[in-house]
C-alpha cells in the first residue's frame, strides 16, 4: 500500500499474502473492488460486529448496516471514527473518498454523501471480503 502513515499493525508483503487469500490480498492490500452483488455480506441481516479481515480490528457494527441496493455491504457510520481512516481518491478519473481500516492500513472500499435516509448522511460502501461478521448472541 502506498500511505506516508504508520500503521499499529505492520507486516511484510510477502506476509500479507501468506496469511491472505489471493481475492482478500488484491482487494485489501491493493485497493481493488469485489463484483457487485458477489460478496458475502450483501444482504447479512445477522446482528454482530463487522471487523477488517486482515487484522481484526473492529470498524462497524449491524445496527448501522442498511440495504442501499449498491451491490455492496453498507454502514451510514463506524463503530467509531478513529477506527477508520478516510484518503482522498482520484484514480479513474473520479473523486471519491477511500476507506482505510486505521489498525493495518488494508482497503474496505469508499465512503459516499450521498444517503439521506439515513441518520448521517453517509453510505460508507464497504467489500465483504476486506469484513469479518463476528454474530453477537441473542
Known amino acids: ?6 500503521y499499529p499493525v505492520k507486516k511484510s508483503e510477502d506476509e ?4 491472505l487469500t489471493p481475492e482478500e490480498y488484491a482487494v485489501l492490500r491493493k485497493a481493488g473492488t469485489e ?4 460478496g458475502e455480506y450483501n444482504e447479512t ?6 471487523s477488517c479481515r486482515a487484522c481484526g480490528a473492529e470498524l462497524f457494527r449491524s445496527d ?7 451491490g455492496w455491504p453498507s ?3 463506524p463503530t467509531d471514527k478513529d477506527n477508520v481512516e478516510l484518503i482522498e481518491d482520484n484514480t479513474l478519473g473520479m473523486r471519491r473518498v477511500e476507506v482505510r481500516c486505521a489498525t493495518c492500513g488494508s ?7 450521498d444517503a439521506p435516509q439515513t441518520p448521517t448522511g453517509d453510505r460508507y460502501c464497504m467489500n465483504s471480503v476486506s469484513l469479518r461478521l463476528v454474530p453477537v448472541g441473542d
Open 1 to 6: 500500500m502506498d500511505s506516508t502513515r504508520t
Open 16 to 19: 500479507w499474502k501468506a496469511e
Open 35 to 38: 463484483r457487485a452483488f458477489t
Open 45 to 50: 441481516t445477522t446482528q454482530g460486529i463487522y
Open 64 to 70: 448501522a448496516k442498511f440495504d442501499s441496493h449498491c
Open 75 to 77: 454502514f451510514y457510520e
Open 107 to 113: 482497503h474496505l472500499g469508499h465512503v459516499f454523501d
